[in-house]
């Protein structure tokens, strides 16, 4: 999560943006032609469930970190979906959700699910919840049954498929504390697809994110 997102954190893209820190507003009509969820066709459906069976296994990055092969595997197949996505607009209210960590590159957050154990918990869902509208976005590690880390950031749109991002504050929760940590950084993430199910998306250090649409909302 330089910086970068949480877990945020994408390939075979169309030509960066020359100016990609420049504002856009929350509500400008962008020009690139929108793929909507509707339009999803047989070959994406097909290319995002070999995505889904590679990752399948993958305990959300843990294991592919001692595999070279399957990230490779894994890569490639992100650089399919992000082909097939190349014309949506994901910086849209599409954006907007509860999403589930399904499978990661980024090395800090996988520690942290990894070594939960030593502190006699064990890592839950791993969230990353954005609203569009409000400009927010919070980084979420949950520690069942009653523990949770969360990070906040600002955001602003700066293309169709880049988010700008800078962290706020964080927190660490328990049943009865809180412990509230300083911010720590800023940088950026692009959403090389999305539709009704899952985003992909790509940080400012080249970590990969795959989520899906948790079936829940989470509050603080």
Known sequence: MGACTCFLLPISLKPPNPNPT????????FRTSKITCSSITSESQLAKQELL??????????KTQKDPAKLSAIIKAIDAMAVIGRDMVTTDNSLSATWRLLW???KEQLFIIEKANLFSTQA????????VEKGV??????????GVFFVRSDIEIASPKRVNFRFTSAVLRG???EIPLP?????????????????????????????NRAPYNWKE
């Open 22 to 29: 420049s504002n856009f507003s929350k509500h400008q009509h």
């Open 53 to 62: 069976n590679l990752i399948s296994d993958q305990e959300r990055g843990l």
């Open 104 to 106: 990661t590159t980024e």
């Open 124 to 131: 839950g869902d791993v969230l990353q919840v954005i609203d």
């Open 137 to 146: 976005l919070n980084n979420v590690i949950t520690f069942p049954p009653d």
């Open 175 to 177: 049943k009865s504390w």
């Open 183 to 211: 911010p720590f950084g800023k940088g950026w993430f692009e959403s090389v697809y999305l539709d009704d199910d899952i985003r992909i998306a790509k940080d400012i250090r080249g970590d990969y994110l795959v989520v």
